[in-house]
């Protein structure tokens, strides 16, 4: 099995940076694409940022040129880092990888419990 975990969210002004963090663990094989989406309230969950095993990435159209994503194949971790904050930003965000376990030969969609972002002055 193989598990996310997110770290990194809280209140922050608007214009304001914070740096989002994300672990897997278990029993991993390989990692081929890891991201971020968002759920604000009310809405429904949304992309942020993905990359892939090579450093390759894109980007929501509402985050681009503002928040970058960023990831350790040796650690098994993605960051994200958000620059110039905006209210509109104010959402949970959840950690995504795709994941072949140990012992099987498919890739597993693996969800991380979410982390709340609050852009609020």
């Known amino acids: 099995q193989v598990q996310l975990v997110e770290s990194g969210g809280g209140l922050v002004q608007p214009g304001g940076s914070l740096r989002l963090s994300c672990a897997a663990s278990?029993?991993?094989?390989?990692?081929?694409?890891m991201g971020w989406y968002r759920q604000p309230p009310g809405k429904q969950r949304e992309l942020v940022a993905i990359i892939t095993s090579d450093g390759s990435t894109n980007y929501g159209d509402s985050v681009k040129g503002r928040f970058t994503i960023s990831r350790d194949n040796a650690k098994n971790t993605v960051d994200l880092q958000m620059n110039t904050l905006k209210p509109e930003d104010t959402a949970v965000y959840y950690c995504?990888?795709?994941?072949?376990?140990?012992?099987?030969?498919?890739?597993?969609?693996?969800w991380g419990q979410g982390t709340l972002v609050t852009v609020s002055s």
């Open positions: 995504n990888a795709w994941a072949i376990v140990v012992g099987t030969y498919k890739y597993l969609g693996v």
């Open positions: 278990g029993s991993i094989f390989s990692i081929n694409n």
